[in-house]
Structure formats: C-alpha cells, structure tokens
C-alpha cells in the first residue's frame, strides 16, 4: 500500500470510521482532508465506543501517526475536548497529533453565522450547525485566519480584528445578533497555541517526505460523494469536497501517490438533514432500518433518514472517485427484511432514466427491483461463503452492477467485524 483513499460513497455516515480504524492496521499514518467538527465519526472497540469529529479516525491504534490536513477546517475548542476526552480514557495522544499550519480555524461568529443563515433562508439546508459554510467562506474571501498564524500573534491579532470588524458589522446589521469581541477570540486562540502549538507544522511537506521514506497512507474522507459541494446534489450539500479532488487538495499530495481509493458504503441509504434522496424508504421501512442500523447522528443526535440502495448512484460516486475497491458495511442490518429493494434507475416526466440527475433529482421516481432476503443472524460472519445464499446474491448484484469489486465486508460495529472477501484474501 503507498496512499489509499477512503470516501463516502453516499451521503455520509457510511460508517468510514469504522473502515478507518480496520485499515489503519496495515498503515503508518491517517490523515483527514476536508471537512471540520460537523463529522461524526464512530468507532468501537472492544465494546468501547468513541467518536471522532476532527481526529482522524485511526488515533486508536497505538503509534500510528494523525494528521489533520490543510483542507479541514479547525475548530480549536472542540479540537482540544476531543483530545482531553481520549487523554482521559487513557490515550497519549499528542505526540502522534500533527495540524496543518493551513488548516482554517472555525471560530464563534462562523457557528453564529451558520445558525443564522439556517433560520434566514426559506429552504435550509439541514446543517450540523458548526459553522462549516461560514469558514469555507472566509476562506475562499481570503479573510480566515490559519493554525499557523498563530506563531505571528502581531500579524493575528491584526488580521483577526479586520475580520471580526466584516464579522461583527453582518451579524449586528443583517441578523440583529451580538457581536463578538477581539479579546474573547484571542483568548480562544491563545489557549489553542499553548495546548496545540506544538502539534503544528507544515504538513505537506510532512506528507512528501513520508511517501518517499515509503510511508503507507490513508487519507480519510468526511461526509460522502453526494454532499460534494460540486458533484452533489447542490444546495444540499456540505461546503468542502469529500471526493477524491478534496483529497488531493486537502493534503497536497498528488494524483500519482494514490495506489487505491477505497468507497465506504453502506448496504442501503442515508441522509440527515434536508435535500433529495430519491431511494427513501416510507415511514414504516425508513424507521424499521433506523432502529435496525440504530441511524441516529453521532454529531447532532437527529434520526436519519432511510432508504435503500441505489445503484446510479453509486455507478456515479464510482466514476467521480475512481473506487477501484469497495466496502460493504452494515449488511447485518439488512437483517430480516423479507425484501430488499434495490433502485436501479429512476422515471423522470414518464421517461425512464438510468443516471442520477444529480443537481436536479428533487421530483425523480425511483425504479425499484425486489430481493429475497435472508432471517440468519450473520454478525459473527467472517467470511463471504459464511454469509446467507440471499445475502451473497444481493452483494453480488451490487458488485456486477457497479464493475467494481467489494473487497471489504462489515456485519457490525465492532474492529472485529469487519473481513475481506475471500476472493481478495
Ligand atoms: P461515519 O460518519 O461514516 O464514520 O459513520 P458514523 O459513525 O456516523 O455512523 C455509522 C454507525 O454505524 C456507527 O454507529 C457505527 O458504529 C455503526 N457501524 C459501522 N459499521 C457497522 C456495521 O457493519 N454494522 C452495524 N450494525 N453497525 C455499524
Ligand atoms: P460524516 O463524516 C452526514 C450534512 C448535514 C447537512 C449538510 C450540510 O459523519 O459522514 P454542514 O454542517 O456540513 O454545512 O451541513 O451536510 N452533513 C453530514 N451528513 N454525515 C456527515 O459527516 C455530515 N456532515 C455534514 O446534515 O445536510
Ligand atoms: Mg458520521
């Protein structure tokens, strides 16, 4: 393995962290490539569960390094609880921490703003309210502050006066809000530097040096292929780029240092927050899989909403990814269902359609077919032949419809659960 890929095939919580964790055995170091704290990210081992929303996922493994890459937006408060939670449960951390001097920091007003927004708008978007949008924003306006700015506090303090000055003028004037002072946000971020300066560097280069010392990598997504804020269904979508472009960008590496890029997926669908998710189940069977798959946000706590796999779909987040590998998790929730429907395309005006319309796929009707499905508990499973005859079939449906092959399998929460496809093995 030289760098591997994890993305999202859907629209997030595909259960990447799980995967991360797995596959972090035979890697060196972990890195996250976009996204910030609106990520909920969930391991389990050994019964224990944590979950992540800016540490990479692989921190678990002892001696394994983490980076947190140029493309993730740095909310330095919660940054500092998720280490203090981890150092409390017993884990040394900080050591095998590394920030991007790049990385843009979230600060209170882009939470606020991000709040305000929401309530704003007529059509909302559903966000986890952690003020993703806003500091995208402010960093495609080139008025963010980085975590490496902070080693200037000159230079920081009179950039983060300027901003707050933009800041503080649209909170009081467009949404009646309070404003936030110069000394609270320096506060903040002097608190960070004394905890978390150390950890701060430039790691591009960090990561360069690694691939030529031979390193193996992997690159851990947020969110999904179908909350890119390009190729997903816009405007419901997150502001960064979880797709393989993100990746790339978010760690600087290059295209030619990929050996795999790996898309986590789940046997059916979900989504939380608001936009079109064309494979939604009805009440019934959407809160049957919600109580089956237990698909409630590890970052807010919402019920998400269910559905059932969608083959276009997935040809689409292959496509734009180049998955040349898949894994299949949370087949053991699928569990009991006398059928399983799989869309495989979709009726638009009457007309059948066999690609997502991705920008547009508000009022598209899906074509269901219909699976036998299996009653056999299958999550002490560890092998592809162990699984149900029905279950086979459906994953084998699913890897010939998608020309892309399922390397992984997971039939559970746990680090245990989780097996490779004999074919691979
Ligand atoms: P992520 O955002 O993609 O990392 O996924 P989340 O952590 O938000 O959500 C995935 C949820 O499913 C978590 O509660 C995981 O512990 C759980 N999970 C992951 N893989 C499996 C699986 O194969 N079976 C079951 N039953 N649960 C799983
Ligand atoms: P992980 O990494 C699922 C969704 C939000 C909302 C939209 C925009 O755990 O898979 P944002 O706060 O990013 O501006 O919200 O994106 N969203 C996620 N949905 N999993 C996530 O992360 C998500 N991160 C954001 O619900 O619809
Ligand atoms: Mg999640």
Not at 39 to 64: R, W, Y
Not at 280 to 285: F, H, R, T, W
């Amino acid at each position: 393995m030289g760098c591997t890929v994890a993305i999202g095939s859907q629209w997030g919580d595909e259960g990447k962290a799980k995967m991360i964790d797995y596959l972090t055995e035979d890697a060196d170091i972990v890195v996250r490539y976009q996204g910030g704290a609106n990520a909920g990210h969930t391991v389990v081992v050994d019964d224990k569960k944590f979950v992540f929303h800016l540490i990479p996922s692989g921190i678990l493994h002892e001696g394994k390094i983490c980076v947190i890459g140029n493309g993730v937006v740095l909310d330095p408060v919660a940054f500092l609880e998720e280490v203090d939670l981890l150092e409390k449960k017993g884990y040394d951390v900080k050591d095998r921490l590394i920030i991007s001097d790049s990385a843009h920091f979230i600060l209170p007003y882009h939470k606020a703003m991000d709040s305000y927004l929401e309530n704003f708008s007529n059509e909302k978007i559903g966000t986890t309210m952690r003020g993703i949008g806003p500091c995208y924003s402010d960093k495609c306006l080139r008025i963010g502050l980085r975590a490496g700015d902070i080693f200037d506090l000159n230079m920081l303090e009179k950039r983060a006066a300027d901003t707050l000055r933009i800041k503080n003028l649209q909170l009081e004037k467009i949404f009646g809000g309070e404003p936030f002072t110069l000394e609270d946000i320096m506060s903040m971020l002097l608190l960070f530097k004394d905890k978390a300066g150390s950890m701060i560097c430039n790691t591009q280069e960090y990561l360069h040096k690694a691939v030529k010392d031979r390193k193996k990598i992997l690159l851990e997504g947020a969110q999904g292929y179908a909350l890119d804020i390009d190729h997903g269904t816009y405007p419901y979508v997150t502001s960064s780029s979880p797709t393989i472009g993100g990746a790339l960008l978010g760690t600087g590496l290059n295209a030619f240092d990929i050996d795999d890029v790996i898309g986590i997926t789940k046997a059916y669908v979900t989504r939380v927050g608001e936009g079109p998710f064309p494979t939604e189940a009805d009440e019934e069977q959407s809160e049957r899989i919600r109580v089956n798959g237990n698909e409630f946000g590890a970052t807010t706590g919402r019920p998400r909403r269910c559905g059932w796999f969608d083959i276009p779909l997935l040809k689409k987040a292959v496509q734009i990814n180049g998955m040349n590998k898949l894994a299949i998790t949370k087949l053991d929730v699928l569990t009991g269902f006398e059928k399983i429907k799989i869309g495989v395309g979709y009726n638009i005006n009457g007309e059948r359609v066999d690609e997502i319309p991705m920008s547009k796929c508000k009022h598209i009707e899906p074509i269901f077919i219909e699976m036998d499905g299996w009653g056999e508990n299958i999550s002490k499973c560890r092998s592809f032949a162990e699984l149900p005859k029905n279950a086979q079939a459906y994953l084998n449906f699913i890897e010939d419809e998608l020309n892309a092959p399922i390397t992984y399998i997971s039939v559970g929460p746990g680090r245990e659960s989780t097996f490779i496809t004999e074919k691979k093995q």
